[in-house]
């Protein structure tokens, strides 16, 4: 088995210059792997679709796409091994990646998650000072 390891910045330009090579034909993902030494079709097919391709667009996420995440999400829900992340990019985001959106929606969980625990915390204490002054008026 081959270990994992980083791409590097050369490895990307290498990457970039065979897929240029192959001008508008279907990329021959084993002739750009034969350019890039212990990097298989496979990693090259991969490197490129979801890093380097230039229809990917990456960088900050819109109001209406994180609305649109959260109706994906609820409509194509979950499944035994995780979300169907390519069915919603599919849908909503085409030039989003699947790893991009889980991602965003993960980012958008936790926001949630602390938000949730703050109002939970603040009608914690309300309710104990609440308590605390009944005491107070009590004795």
Request: aromatic content about 8%; charged content about 35%.
């Amino acid at each position: 088995m081959r270990s994992l390891r980083p791409w590097t910045k050369e490895e990307d330009e290498i990457l970039d210059q065979a897929i240029q090579t192959q001008g508008d034909e279907p990329i021959n993902w084993l002739e750009v792997a034969s350019h890039l030494s212990g990097r298989s079709n496979k990693d090259c097919r991969k490197r490129w679709v979801y890093s380097l391709a230039p229809s990917i667009r990456k960088g900050s996420w819109a109001d209406w796409e994180d609305t649109a995440l959260c109706e994906g999400v609820r409509l194509y829900g979950t499944r035994a091994h995780g979300r169907r992340w390519t069915e919603i990019v599919e849908r909503y985001f085409p030039d989003r990646t699947p790893i991009a959106t889980r991602n965003r929606y993960d980012h958008l969980r936790r926001k949630r998650l602390r938000e949730d625990q703050a109002v939970s915390d603040e009608l914690l204490q309300r309710q104990l000072m609440a308590e605390v002054n009944y005491l107070a008026e009590l004795a």
